[in-house]
């Protein structure tokens, strides 16, 4: 049976994207490493497509936020390029031509009544950061962050309301320092990427701290992609390498952001494996003080857990977190074929739970959610637009996950589709697809998809009606 599944007041209907995944890297101050990565080792890349061009958002910005405003979106999310609003990163004082970039995005949004949201960090750090003091190992780094967040909050701080320190802080741990993904691609370097997961929790609070000074008239949060654990049994070893996983890969940025503290758990694991980050109280301190105004969590697949069958010795230096929780490969779930991950939606309802719970039911809301699809074209109608009607499945069967998780009283304020139009993703590039408008590459023409008109319609309703029955 249908039902009307009507949503809070005042939601936020919206999308998110990055400054590096959009814009194109036209007339930048320095590169980031995504940029350099992709000079240096363009065959990294899917059909070696880099960030040179993305979507053209730093020339089609007026166009693109038309479009936004034609599906209906109330909010949006976007970053500022480290690299293009800061000229010298020590002092950092401000790049005029990118500020004046920025001031025309926040105009913009705000001529189309769309609230913005300013990402300070998406995977893109100036790469002669990470030349000079090893990027995010560094505490000096973290200074430097601080010193880019003022300067932003500083110029643009009356203008943008809502802010956020970082996008998936622990994407960076994982995949520059764990698993080899994305650029220096170390893998097992367990240490570094300790310190770095410690780093990154004090810049954000640096950062925060900075916010708080100016006494501005908005809120400050961040962003981190949950990925919750199911474990392969009720067994008590499953169990706990399922929470040994959370602590590692959800809990080790939520507890610093809203609590102001590490998970006791997971200290002791990496002191006991050597690996503890290098700390002081004045630092502990910042942390302590500075917890987040609201949280963007952004969802996408769950992450299935079993307890390690053997014990793996590592060479000295190297460290995986493998003796304490190991992938299992459920059978009979539900998969993306094109992106590899698993489709859930319930977990969408245990992470709003989660927050009530255990978090103080914060403010919160959903900073991406999406599916990425490949060859989209085939999907190209007579009308010439694109008919992603698995896309609103996907979306819609989230939704109601969520709605229910409202119904029960969590604190969730919003949505936010990944993404709005089709964007470069990092090594992946254009391979998937995910946005509600889409791009032609050969004439960076945007063009709204079935999923487009959707979302106008929910917008317009504050809800829709649901075929889920939960
Ligand atoms: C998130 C990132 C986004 C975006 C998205 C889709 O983790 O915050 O930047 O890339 O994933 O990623 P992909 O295109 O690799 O599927």
């Known amino acids: 049976m249908k039902q009307f599944l009507q949503f809070p007041q005042a939601f936020w209907w919206g999308a998110a994207t990055s400054g590096p995944q959009s ?42 936020f038309k479009l936004l405003k034609e599906i209906g979106l109330n909010s949006y999310r ?108 170390y893998v097992g370097h367990g240490k570094e990427a300790a310190q770095v997961m410690y780093n990154l929790a004090l810049a954000s609070a640096k950062a925060i701290q900075e916010y708080k000074k100016l006494n501005l008239d908005g809120k400050i949060g961040i962003i981190l992609n949950l990925t919750p654990s199911y474990p392969r049994s009720e067994e008590k070893e499953d169990i ?37 980050w290098e700390s002081c109280e004045e630092e502990l301190q910042i942390i302590e003080e500075n917890k987040v105004d609201f949280l963007g969590l952004n969802y996408y697949h769950p992450n299935r857990v079993k307890a390690p069958e053997k014990e793996v010795k590592f060479p000295p230096g190297f460290w995986l977190p493998l003796n304490y929780f190991n992938a299992y490969q459920k059978p009979d779930i539900r998969m993306n074929p094109y992106r590899g991950w698993e489709i859930y939606p319930k977990a969408i309802y245990d992470i709003a739970m989660d927050i009530k719970n255990n978090y103080g039911n914060i403010p919160w809301y959903i900073s991406e959610n999406g599916m990425g699809v490949e060859g989209e074209e085939r999907f190209l109608g007579k009308d010439g637009i694109i008919h992603d009607t698995y896309r609103i499945d996907f979306y819609e069967e989230h939704l109601s996950w969520l709605h229910k998780a409202i119904q029960e009283g969590s604190n969730c304020f919003g949505f936010h589709a990944w993404t709005g139009i089709d964007c470069w993703s990092w090594a992946n590039a254009y391979k998937n697809r995910y946005g509600f408008i889409s791009v032609d590459l050969n004439t960076q023409k945007h063009t709204i998809k079935q999923s487009g008109r959707w979302i106008k319609n929910v917008v317009e309703q504050n809800g829709f009606e649901s075929k889920y029955e939960l």
């Open 23 to 64: 814009e194109g890297s036209y007339n930048k101050k320095h590169e980031s490493l995504m940029d350099y990565w992709y000079r240096t080792t363009p065959e990294d890349f899917f059909n070696q497509v880099g960030p040179t061009v993305a979507s053209d958002f730093y020339n089609q910005y007026e166009n693109d």
């Open 78 to 185: 976007t970053s500022i390029q480290w690299t293009r609003l800061i000229d010298d990163l020590e002092e950092g004082s401000v790049n005029p031509e990118g500020l004046a970039f920025y001031k025309k995005i926040a105009q913009e949004a705000k001529k189309n009544d769309i609230e913005l949201v300013f990402n300070l960090h998406h995977f893109d750090i100036p790469i002669e950061l990470v030349q000079k003091y090893g990027g995010w190992t560094s505490k000096h780094v973290t200074d430097l962050f601080a010193k880019f967040a003022k300067c932003a909050f500083e110029n643009l701080g009356k203008e943008v309301k809502y802010w956020v320190t970082f996008n998936e802080p622990i994407v960076i741990v994982e995949a520059s320092y764990l698993d080899g993904h994305h650029y220096p691609k």
């Open 240 to 276: 706990l390498a399922g929470q040994i996983a959370d602590d590692m890969l959800n809990r080790s940025f939520l507890e610093p952001a809203v609590l102001g503290h590490f998970p006791p758990r997971l200290i002791s694991l990496f002191e006991k494996e050597g690996i503890l």
